[in-house]
């Protein structure tokens, strides 16, 4: 499993992984959201856990249509699938989310602090901010994987997944905005929605890669 | 260990492309099955091992041992496919292989070299040619043991002297007490081998 996860980060670091891309395309949209809403300084701080939420999950997003296909091209999926009696092919699925989650999307994460500044946030909302994305984002990988197993033998199945993917991670946001706001807005809590948060993770943990592994078990042609 | 195919039946998008198709390789038997494109060759291959349901029949292994419960478990599938990462190098392909699919055989620089491709494993596999890529895919048989090769065109793409090779590994494979199932156009060498005949719409 340990190697699985080795080559999988070796390959998004290595050409043509995309691991960068995420990250690029999380600063174009927070870039762009200030030209949009005009420099209402204020506006911004109140909307900026929001954004970066969103353009988050929309940077998840982009890269997930290749967790399975890549493989399926080349052929490895072949063999993931046929070594399942060693490694239950639902643990080879999760291995895989929490490699392409620490290549691909913890990037994000550490990017997002720096682009809160863009927003004009407190520290202390960036730092909510940051940390709900930090246990937040594994469950949109987690669903995401289920729908890039879904999509898998289809040759444009990108934008599909996406939509496939998006009403699902929507508990997600909402639980994730909600904490970030919990710490900077008085009256609203933060560890409640936070802990929800979490749970959703560690649920999602489980459920995603059975469902991908199920899919993936009844796709192979 | 004996590697046992009963009735089976074979589907490609609701249609049947075979059925009722049997057979029992003890083992340092080999099965080579031939036909016409169409035939179902490919799709018998991952019915074995599992890749692609059976529209009707079984497939089992019996005296597999505790290693080698179960066909799936039991078995190398060589597809038309590689398998290998070309922004990896070769060796590291074939580490991870190795890694993964456990059993251990022979370590990575002494498959490469029993394929002819010594001194080349630090290359990444997108470099290699066609020839040498399906060398380097028929190493990875190598790293990690398996009693039942699936072998789906295992020459495609290599030379002569490359083929009476790998004939020679098939050879070595069978008499360590191995099963060999091989779909192919051409002779493969192998002395003594069973043959399946497939045709189309049967």
Redesign the interface.
């Known amino acids: 499993m340990?190697?699985?996860f080795?080559?999988d980060m070796?390959?998004s670091i290595?050409?043509?992984?995309g691991a960068l891309i995420g990250v690029i395309f999380f600063l174009a949209v927070i870039v762009t959201i200030p030209f949009g809403v005009g420099p209402d300084l204020n506006l911004l701080a109140r909307i900026g856990p929001a954004i970066l939420w969103i353009a988050a999950l929309l940077a998840c997003l982009l890269g997930l249509d290749r967790l399975f296909q890549a493989d399926r091209?080349?052929?490895?999926l072949?063999?993931?699938?046929?070594?399942?009696?060693?490694?239950m092919l639902a643990l080879t699925v999760l291995t895989k989310c929490l490699a392409h989650w620490t290549g691909s999307v913890l990037p994000l994460v550490v990017a997002a602090p720096l682009l809160g500044l863009f927003m004009n946030m407190a520290p202390l909302g960036i730092g909510a901010t940051a940390l709900t994305l930090l246990v937040g984002t594994p469950a949109i990988t987690f669903i995401g994987a289920a729908g890039a197993a879904v999509a898998v033998a289809l040759p444009r199945g990108g934008l599909l997944i996406s939509v496939l993917v998006l009403p699902l991670t929507i508990p997600v946001l909402i639980f994730g905005v909600s904490a970030s706001y919990g710490a900077v807005a008085d009256p609203a809590p933060f560890l409640q929605p936070f802990l929800i948060l979490a749970a959703l993770t560690l649920f999602l943990a489980v459920l995603g890669p059975l469902a991908a592994a199920l899919a993936l078990r009844?796709g192979?042609? | 260990m004996r590697l046992i195919a009963e009735n089976l039946g074979g589907e490609r998008g609701g249609e049947t492309v075979f059925s009722n198709i049997g057979f029992a390789l003890e083992k340092g038997e080999a099965l080579i099955v031939t036909g016409p494109n169409g035939a179902g060759k490919s799709t018998l291959l991952?019915i074995v091992?599992?890749?692609?349901?059976a529209a009707g029949g079984k497939v089992l292994v019996e005296g597999g041992g505790e290693a080698f419960?179960?066909v799936?478990?039991a078995?190398h599938?060589l597809?038309?496919?590689?398998?290998?990462?070309?922004?990896?190098s070769v060796e590291?392909n074939l580490?991870?292989?190795c890694?993964?699919?456990?059993e251990p055989g022979l370590d990575v620089e002494e498959a490469l070299e029993t394929v002819a491709l010594g001194g080349l494993g630090h290359l990444p596999f997108g470099y290699l040619s066609t020839g040498q890529r399906r060398r380097a895919s028929i190493a990875k048989l190598l790293v990690s043991r398996r009693p039942v090769w699936l072998l789906d065109e295992p020459t495609a793409g290599l030379d002569k002297a490359s083929e009476e090779r790998f004939a020679g590994l098939m050879r070595g494979h069978l008499d360590d007490g191995g099963i060999v199932v091989a779909a192919t156009h051409l002779p493969l060498g192998l002395e003594g081998a069973k043959e399946l005949q497939m045709r189309v719409g049967h």
């Open positions: 340990w190697s699985l080795l080559r070796r390959l290595r050409a043509g992984g091209e080349d052929g490895s072949d063999l993931l699938v046929l070594n399942g009696d060693r490694h009844h192979t042609d | 991952r091992a599992g890749l692609l349901p419960p179960t799936a478990s078995s599938y597809g038309h496919l590689n398998a290998m990462k070309t922004a990896l590291e580490g991870f292989w890694a993964f699919q456990g």
